[in-house]
T-cell receptor, first 118, second 108 residues
Framework: GAVVSQHPSWVICKSGTSVKIECRSLDFQATTMFWYRQFPKKSLMLMATSNEGSKATYEQGVEKDKFLINHASLTLSTLTVTSAHPEDSSFYIC??????????????FGAGSRLTVL | AQRVTQPEKLLSVFKGAPVELKCNYSYSGSPELFWYVQYSRQRLQLLLRHISRESIKGFTADLNKGETSFHLKKPFAQEEDSAMYYCALGDYGQNFVFGPGTRLSVLP
């Protein structure tokens, strides 16, 4: 089945530095990928929709200059947390839409990346 | 605008008891409904989708357009069913909305 690989699975960084998280679709092409943030024991919060070859669509309240998203190919989207601060510490999850399913609405999720900003 | 509600944050049942996780949605068109599950320390994964009309791990869900509901049911809960369950709605376009989730705890 479809697999989404997310890297790194965890990262610790100093305040003020930038961190890049990669999301790759394996064995399928994903024109659309989604980035979520998940707080402990909370639901998923959609941050942005990443579209291959065009600008990402950010949800209200998400700073696009803070969370840079690049979707340069059909199998790779990256999320860069710029000038990270401790409040950015969270679990970031990506998902990709696998169009091989009829209805084209099934999302396959990455395992998530835990970011800790010191 | 699309919206998905799951009224229960936490649902605890005993092993062998029936379980129903509620999901209601609001959408003006014909949505596609899903249930996703997240077991402890695992990634989110698709449990079932309404167009498949199948039973997965003993779970079923029927789309009730009149009541705009897509409740998840299982007649006899097992301990390994303990997980976080998310109801989700897709509109066949770019939009995909998740509910707040319900944590199911199956007690021995």
């Amino acid at each position: 089945g479809a697999v989404v690989s997310q890297h790194p699975s965890w990262v610790i960084c100093k305040s003020g530095t930038s961190v890049k998280i990669e999301c790759r679709s394996l064995d399928f092409q994903a024109t659309t990928m989604f980035w979520y943030r998940q707080f402990p024991k909370k639901s998923l919060m959609l941050m942005a929709t990443s579209n291959e070859g065009s600008k990402a669509t950010y949800e209200q309240g998400v700073e696009k200059d803070k969370f840079l998203i690049n979707h340069a190919s059909l199998t790779l989207s990256t999320l860069t947390v710029t000038s990270a601060h401790p409040e950015d510490s969270s679990f970031y999850i990506c998902s990709a839409r696998d169009h091989s399913f009829s209805g084209a609405n099934v999302l396959t999720f990455g395992a998530g990346s835990r970011l800790t900003v010191l | 605008a699309q919206r998905v509600t799951q009224p229960e944050k936490l649902l605890s049942v005993f092993k062998g008891a029936p379980v129903e996780l509620k999901c209601n949605y609001s959408y003006s068109g014909s949505p596609e409904l899903f249930w996703y599950v997240q077991y402890s320390r695992q990634r989110l994964q698709l449990l079932l989708r309404h167009i498949s009309r199948e039973s997965i791990k003993g779970f079923t869900a029927d789309l009730n357009k009149g009541e705009t509901s897509f409740h998840l049911k299982k007649p006899f809960a097992q301990e390994e069913d303990s997980a976080m369950y998310y109801c989700a709605l897709g509109d066949y376009g770019q939009n995909f909305v998740f509910g707040p989730g319900t944590r199911l705890s199956v007690l021995p």
